[in-house]
């Protein structure tokens, strides 16, 4: 019930397109909803962030969407560039101190 | 200064050397953690440090030993390590409180090596 499901494991978009990332969750306590970029050698960077009391959040290009009653939550990046391709993980929490990743999907932008 | 930094950047040891990994922040933030992280998997947590005491231990082998000497910093001390120790080790800081979330900034992490 901890688990964080994430896909896809890669994917690839065109300069300018849409960049879509899905996540799934069990636990209903998760009230916190974060997206990390990481990119080659680096430390993964808090990216956007939601709870579950609104159902979408959008800062810039990046939106998360939000379904608690599907215990659903998206990633939504708007005209993709290449300096987009990285990894990103989604994570959620709940009353503990502890960060439940995805496994993780590495995004390539082609010019 | 809103940024966790951590030191060195690069650890190359041997299975019979002792060595430390440092991590700082100033942003006030009373939770410190460490991760490890194995290429392209997610952070693995390790340790949780809150209001400077050791409040999560995620079953982590007595050859990584945490120090917290104050709010800003946390200290890693290796010692005896195995090559499948080698991984990225990331620090990461939040501000606990009423009303704060998990909201986790993460340093650069030190790339370490075991031979």
């Known amino acids: 019930q901890q688990q964080v499901k994430q896909s896809p494991q890669s994917l690839i978009v065109q300069k300018g397109g849409i960049s879509i990332i899905n996540c799934a969750y069990e636990?209903?306590?998760?009230?916190?909803f974060p997206w990390y970029q990481q990119f080659p050698g680096k430390g993964p960077a808090l990216l956007i962030a939601i709870r579950p009391d609104v159902s979408e959040k959008k800062e810039g290009r990046f939106t998360i969407s939000f379904n608690k009653s599907a215990k659903q939550f998206s990633l939504h990046i708007m005209d993709s560039q290449p300096g987009d391709s990285a990894t990103y993980f989604c994570a959620a929490s709940g009353a503990t101190n502890k960060l439940i990743f995805g496994t993780g999907t590495l995004l390539a932008v082609q010019p | 200064d809103t940024e966790v930094t951590q030191t060195p950047k690069h650890l190359v040891m041997g299975m019979t050397n002792k060595k430390s990994l440092k991590c700082e922040q100033h942003m006030g933030h009373r939770a410190m953690y460490w991760y490890k992280q194995k290429a392209k998997k997610p952070p693995e947590l390790m340790f949780v440090y809150s209001y400077e005491k050791l409040s999560i231990n995620e079953s982590v082998p007595s050859r990584f030993s945490p120090e917290c000497p104050n709010s800003s910093l946390l200290n890693l001390h290796l010692h005896a390590l195995q090559p499948e120790d080698s991984a990225l080790y990331l620090c990461?800081?939040?501000?606990?409180?009423?009303?704060?979330?998990?909201?986790?900034?993460f340093g650069p992490g030190t790339r370490l090596t075991v031979l």
């Open positions: 990461a800081s939040r501000p606990v409180g009423r009303g704060s979330y998990n909201e986790q900034f």
């Open positions: 636990n209903t306590a998760f009230d916190y």
